[in-house]
């Protein structure tokens, strides 16, 4: 599948990252886990943003997604979650042009303290709709200058952001930030694709 | 859990279900456990079962089922529905379940309708269930459209006897299934079962010439909406090559007049498989690195082949050539052969100049070229 699940705007603050805008597109899970789902993937995309390097870009295999980040230099982050067929060019490209957007439309002094419900810039989910074909979005930036693809760093797993000792099942359990049902479905979703399971 | 308490549960669980036909979709909840508290919920249609109550109520419907079938008649086949309809919304891969409610429906004890509904509930939660597919066939075979030679079970509607006029409302079921079919494949990545389910529809539209350009003409459109996303996905790949396939031969079979009728763009099978291969190839260097698209590609160069090379009829008929492969073609086919073996070698040299996993693609289709189209 070729699919662009979220873009996240975030600032990568000294003491704190917040998300500044965030867009999800989760039609194709149900409804009851929807809820968890855009939890998990606000709180991959503060992770990967605090564990990345400023003036960098990174795409990072977890599973059956694909997680991009780039962190500009002035600390400003996009992070989109995309499925493996999504190129990851192509979801770089796209991140360019939204945090330039983002900054043409937001001043940057608003960045590091402001409420996700208080930035003004109501673009994103449109932006999240037409990425979602490629063809016709890339060519729209094919005339601007394209992301070197050698820049891209690209990891097989997410454990290769953590930090040395660091596991994924401390942080879940750790953050404040994910609901008890989401911590209990990330512990469960593990097991459910099996095929006579109770759940 | 107290029995009383279970059925309570599964009560509440059918009520819900019966009242609100709009209901389309069912979940399981985790939750830690709540005392006091039911367990299911209901909001905006959506249908929730919260985990942990699964184990005793699934237990208790189970047990009752097991108990009640061997009773040599069943009295009142409204607890039996409401347990197989629990232990099927938790487990849908349990065929035992799903056959009880087939002999109650052939016995008139259940509607066709709730069982649509219970299959469409499960298919939301587990789209990739072989079992509830096979049973919405089931339904339509021998409910909905029973054979005219089978005697029709007591409980078939009368209006649905398969013929005239009273066609209109299976044609609208079978279209009801191509959608069922594009959402479930949507949820669940290479959903095998959802698009064989979809061959068995369009092999069932096949039958019925009433509208069927139009069908045919948005299987295609919608077929390659689906793969342009779905790049890797064979079991969508090989839908697409069965509808070419069936086009060819309705047209062949004259139910449809034309092949332009369902794909506007293509006047005679060559036509086909050329724009076919041209679109493949587009996917090809736009997503580099996915097996599915070349084997999609073989497939298409051996009809290619058949066409214009043996003038043969395709596959599962025997019905003449189309016209456009009369004598009158023989002479300028090999020219068009070799010029789609140019453009093949040219797809070759391409992708062996890459790096990555597309090189070794590259290489194997090459070797394919060679030894099976003998280049």
Redesign the interface.
């Known amino acids: 599948?070729?699919?662009l699940y979220s873009i996240c705007v975030l600032y990568k603050g000294t003491e704190s990252t917040r998300i500044l805008k965030s867009a999800y597109d989760l039609q194709?899970f149900?409804?009851?886990?929807r809820g968890s789902i855009q939890e998990f993937m606000a709180f991959t995309s503060k992770i990967i943003t605090e564990r990345s390097n400023p003036c960098s870009r990174q795409s990072i295999k977890e599973q059956?997604y694909m997680c991009h980040v780039y962190v500009r230099a002035d600390n400003l982050t996009g992070v989109a979650i995309s499925d493996h067929?999504y190129?990851y060019r192509v979801a770089h490209n796209m991140l360019n042009k939204v945090l330039d957007d983002f900054t043409a439309k937001v001043p940057s002094h608003l960045w590091p303290n402001t409420e996700e419900s208080m930035v003004p810039y109501p673009d994103l989910p449109a932006t999240l709709a037409l990425w979602?074909?490629p063809?016709d979005a890339d060519s729209l930036t094919k005339v601007q200058e394209e992301v070197e693809e050698t820049k891209i760093i690209l990891h097989n797993a997410f454990t290769a952001v953590l930090e040395r000792g660091e596991k994924l099942d401390d942080l879940v359990s750790k953050s404040e930030n994910l609901s008890?049902?989401s911590k209990?479905?990330y512990k469960?979703a593990k097991k459910t694709n099996s095929?006579?399971s109770?759940? | 859990m107290e029995d009383a308490t279970c059925e309570r549960i599964i009560k509440k669980l059918d009520s819900l279900i019966r009242q609100d036909p709009l209901m389309d979709?069912f979940?399981?909840?985790?939750?830690?456990g709540e005392v006091n508290r039911s367990p299911v919920?209901s909001?905006?249609h959506?249908l929730?079962l919260e985990?942990w109550c699964?184990?005793h109520v699934?237990a208790h419907a189970h047990a009752n089922i097991l108990k009640t079938r061997h009773s040599k008649r069943i009295q009142d086949p409204a607890p039996m529905l409401r347990w197989t309809q629990f232990c099927l919304l938790?487990?849908p891969?349990v065929a035992t379940f799903w056959n009880i409610r087939k002999q109650l429906l052939q016995h008139g004890s259940l509607s066709v309708d709730a069982d649509l509904h219970l299959t469409r509930l499960v298919l939301?939660?587990k789209p990739k269930c072989m079992e509830v597919f096979q049973h919405r066939k089931w339904l339509f075979h021998h409910i909905l459209a029973p054979c005219p030679s089978l005697p029709s079970p007591p409980c078939a509607i009368d209006h649905h006897n398969g013929s005239g006029p009273d066609e209109e409302p299976n044609r609208r079921f079978l279209l009801g299934e191509l959608e069922i079919c594009r959402w479930t494949a949507?949820?669940h990545?290479n959903n095998y079962h959802a698009w064989n389910h979809r061959l068995w529809v369009l092999q069932q539209l096949a039958e019925r010439p009433l509208g069927l350009a139009e069908v045919c003409r948005a299987e295609y459109e919608a077929c390659h909406r689906w793969v342009?996303?779905?790049?890797?996905?064979h079991s969508g790949l090989h839908y697409m090559q069965h509808l070419l396939a069936t086009l060819v031969t309705l047209v062949a079979e004259g139910v449809l007049l034309n092949l332009a009728e369902a794909v506007p763009s293509a006047t005679c099978p060559k036509d086909l498989y050329c724009t076919e291969l041209e679109f493949n190839r587009n996917l090809i260097e736009?997503?580099p690195g996915?097996e599915a698209l070349f084997c999609h590609r073989r497939v298409l160069l051996q009809r290619l082949q058949d066409i214009l090379l043996h003038a043969a009829p395709l596959h599962r008929t025997a019905s003449p050539p189309p016209p456009a492969l009369k004598r009158s073609c023989v002479e300028t086919v090999n020219g068009e052969w070799s010029t789609a073996l140019l453009s093949e070698r040219d797809l070759v040299n391409k992708c062996l100049q890459t790096d990555s996993y597309q090189k070794t693609l590259g290489e194997r289709h090459a070797h394919w070229l060679s030894n099976v189209l003998a280049v």
């Open positions: 599948m070729v699919k194709q149900g409804y009851f886990q059956e067929e190129l979602q074909n063809r008890s049902q209990i479905f469960t095929c006579c109770f759940g | 979709e979940d399981i909840v985790f939750s830690p919920v909001v905006e959506k929730g985990s699964l184990k699934y938790v487990a891969e939301s939660r949507d949820k990545q342009r996303t779905h790049v890797s996905e736009q997503y996915h």
